[in-house]
């Protein structure tokens, strides 16, 4: 049966063989070149994205994740360039054996094949992206939100540019509309999209897992804990405490919910002295709430209700909840986690141990920030998303995590005997 976006889709299948022939050494001249045009047009990015920002409050947490600036534009071509300088997974041997037959077995890294990106407010994500499936060899079809149509389109503009002066197939990456159908469509395209990775809320993520029919790839949301330890450092606590909250608050792996051991409560008020400052909201359970409401400012501190606890604020908002060891710690960790990020504040090497083997997430933490989960901070270049998933790929998913693997078996005329 046709559908509306069918032309696109075998374009998409067709280019997977094409791409398979470019050499490394042009993926490094287009991904060079695409950083530099990128920089160049910046003012032509910013115009485009500022379209879409007078479409959305500045108080909607996506807001932040979708604005570009001068600033954020040349971060964004420093990961490009960073990927472009990575070495090419494909065609790395993970395993090699001759077996007793005389066989010669070798296990080999190769694209995922079509890539499908559904995401919402973060025109990065398509930098990153193209950077990414280009550089692993990856066909991408990108499915923006309609609150980055501008800035996608814009986006899409330029990489097509450059793939047109560097005599490359366009089809190699290609943009969706942003209509529901479409969206239908790809969830729907099997024989066609080989994986599909959503990048954005709970909601999306779900929608996606539950109506596709091709195989997909949880990342995103993140509901981050901290818990600091009766034998942390206050002093570490608490500037870790403050850059895994307030470094970008809009972002998957911001601190949602402190934890703080009962013997360490008398603390708080040194370790949340730079969230008063910079007014953040904070929801504080029974214990806690005495504590801090005399060191915080009026409006700002609240109690605590169940709802504040595995939630995802995506804002200048935070829950604090007290336990009375590192047994509760752990067990409200499990109860309210989305096993993205999760961190301890603790002196004591038999409690980092015990948090590193149960707590489960795709990234565990100790004694720094939450905020270090991200592809480029791990020198993997970038990243398509963080995945919280246990099969194929854990935590920040950038070029291996692009890659599924073939056996190459070669004989000398063996046959197999009944």
Known sequence: MQTKNQKIF????????????????????????????TIDQSEFLIDENGRDLARMPEDDPKYDRLKLSDERIREIAADIRNVAGLDSPLGEIIEERTIKNGLHLKKIRVPLGVVGIIYEARPNVTFDVFSLCLKSG????????????????????????????????????QLLPTDRKSTTEMLNASGYIDIIIPRGSQALIDFVRQNSTVPVIETGAGIVHTYFDDEADALKGASIIANAKLRRVSVCNALDCLIIHQSRLQDLPYLCRQLVKEEVEIYADESAYPVLKDHYPGGKIFKAKDEHFGTEFLSKKMSVKSVSSIDAAIDHIAEYSSKHSEAIISENPEAINRFFKEVDAAVVYANTSTAFTDGAQFEMGAEIGISTQKLHARGPMALKELTSYKWIVTGKGQIREK
């Open 10 to 37: 075998d374009n998409a299948r067709q280019a997977c063989r094409h791409i398979l022939h470019v050499t490394d050494d042009k993926v490094k001249e287009i991904l060079e070149s695409l950083a530099m045009e």
């Open 138 to 173: 990856n066909v991408c079809l990108l499915k923006g939100g309609s609150d980055a149509e501008y800035s996608n389109k814009a986006i899409m503009d330029i990489i097509r540019k450059v793939l047109r002066k560097c005599s490359l197939n366009e089809n190699i990456v």
